[in-house]
Structure formats: C-alpha cells, structure tokens
C-alpha cells in the first residue's frame, strides 16, 4: 500500500467533516482571491472582457491619482489615532470594572452595547444626526459658548467625528481587557503592596506586563479592523465628504469599482491594502518578541 493511500485512510473521515470549510474556502476565498488578483492586472469594467495591462493600475494609483494618496492618509490618520485611543478607553473600562463593583453583568453588557450595534448602517446615521447643524452635540456644546456649527461637514473635523465613532465602540476589546484583568493573581498585588507599590506602580509593574498578551490581540484585531472600516465614512461622508476628508481606503475602492466600474483599478488597490495589512501584522508579531510578556 502506497504511503498517499494509508494517508488517505487514516484521514478520510476527517476529511470528509471538513470538507464544507474546505469547499467554503476554495470556492467562496481562495478561488475569488485568486482572480482578483489576475483582474488587478487587467483593465475590466464588467461588460467586456478583461484586458491585460500589466502593472499600469499600480503605477498609475502611486504616480497619477491624487485621491488614491488622499485616501491613504485619510485611513492612515484613522487608523494611528483610533485604534490607540479605543484601546486606552477600553483598557481603563475594563480597570474599573474590575474592582469589584456591584452589577458587573448589567454595567458590562451595557458597555457592549455599541459593540454589538456597530458598525451599522442605523448607527451610522444617528452619528450624522448627532452631529449635523442641528445635532444634540451642538446643543451640548452652545452652552459652553461654542458657536453651532455641521461638525460632519466641516472638512477639519469630519474625520474626528468618525474616529470618535470607532472609539465609541469600544466594547469587544474592552470585555477582553476585563477577561485578562481576572486571571492575573492578586497576590501579585498584596505582594507589590507590601513592596510599598501605589496603584500606578502595580499598574505598570504587574498589570500591564501581565496584559501584554490580551494587548497583542487586541491591537491586531482593531488594527486589521480600522483599515478595512467603510460603513460609517459611507453613510456619514457620503462620497469622501467635503475636500475628500472622509474618503477611507475601502470607499474609494468601492467607488472605483462599484461607481465607475474600474474593477481591475479596484483589484490593484485591494490587494495594496492586503500588503498594508499584513506589512503591519508581521511587524507587530516581529516587535511582540520584545513587549509581550508570556507567563510561563
């Protein structure tokens, strides 16, 4: 008996378990992937067929298209300020949480709340209320003598708007946070105590080191996440707002593909933010060796 065939009956019946994720996968991943890659090479616009250009969609989103690199700053600024942000919220949440506080489960469950709710399009479009001309926010903000104004259309806070959104939805990472924050022993804290440790040293002594790990995932999760957010720069900023100050890396993809039916276009700025996406992946997994502490 060959070695494939032994291979093959010590394997069949798993195989024949996996075999709907293996299908999924090839037809619905693998395969789609795998012509969108060709088609980013291609100059397609859905009715003819694709015609092969070479790296000419590449070249021309680096050296021609001005709105390409306006997209990328865009969702750069969006992703370097949000994601921080939401995880220094989430991770102060999840602190006090943790204290021992009375009705944990209804004070957690209502911080995951815009979790769950976001990102939608509802969600979307409340935000665009809230902060219109004539939004709550504005009337939060008369009393401070602060003159109203649209917050959503103005291109110099319009983004801010959408990355106190994602900020806002800071409920997964947070219930993480809390996850991690249970399992560090507190005799770790009675000893730093004892040591004269205050609550900023235990914090960055004993907390933080221990959080390195749930840390890592979090922020390769949000991280992965930021890049690929289209729902709310789409229903609030509409077509890349005013000055294209909305314009995300995902809703110009959208556009070129869906708006002006430059799939091949589309296809080559996909795959540049698969790059983008796994370039910082890698080098947070390369830099973890050296902050992420694993308790052995």
């Known amino acids: 008996m060959s070695m494939i065939s032994r291979w093959w009956r010590r394997n069949r019946v798993a195989l024949l378990f996996l075999s709907p994720w293996l299908l999924g996968l090839l037809t619905l991943s693998l395969i789609p992937m795998m012509a969108s890659l060709f088609l980013s090479f291609t100059n397609y616009d859905l009715f003819q067929s694709p015609d092969w250009v070479g790296l ?7 050296t021609h298209d001005t709105r ?3 997209a990328l700053q865009v969702t750069f600024f969006y992703v370097l300020l949000g994601v921080p942000l939401q995880l220094i919220l989430a991770l102060a ?3 006090f949480l943790n204290r021992g506080l009375a009705g944990l489960e209804f004070f957690r469950g209502i911080f995951y709340i815009p979790s769950l709710l976001g990102p939608s399009v509802a969600i979307a479009l409340l935000w665009r209320k809230v902060f219109g001309s004539d939004g709550l926010f504005n009337q939060l903000v008369s009393n401070f003598g602060i003159e109203p104004r649209s917050w959503i259309g103005d ?7 959408l990355i106190l959104l994602h900020v806002w939805q800071f409920g997964s990472p947070m219930v993480i946070f809390l996850a991690g924050l249970k399992q560090i022993p507190k005799d770790y804290y009675e000893a730093a105590s004892i040591d004269g440790a205050g609550r900023i040293g235990s914090f960055f002594r004993i907390t933080l080191p221990l959080l390195t790990p749930i840390l890592f995932f979090n922020l390769v999760m949000q991280m992965i996440n930021a890049f690929q957010a289209f729902t709310s720069a789409f229903i609030v900023g509409g077509n890349g707002g005013v000055l294209d100050s909305t314009l995300f890396y995902t809703l110009y993809l959208f556009i070129s593909g869906f708006n ?7 296809s080559a700025m996909a795959w540049i933010l698969f790059v983008i996406i796994g370039t910082f992946t890698a080098l947070f997994f390369l830099s973890s060796k050296k902050w992420v502490h694993y308790e052995t």
Do not use: E, H, R
Not at 155 to 161: E, G, K, V
């Open 56 to 62: 000419k969609n590449y070249i021309n989103l680096f």
């Open 93 to 95: 949440l999840a602190m």
């Open 68 to 70: 390409y690199i306006k």
């Open 260 to 266: 002006n039916f430059q799939m091949g276009y589309a």
């Open 155 to 161: 291109p110099d806070t319009a983004l801010l708007t």
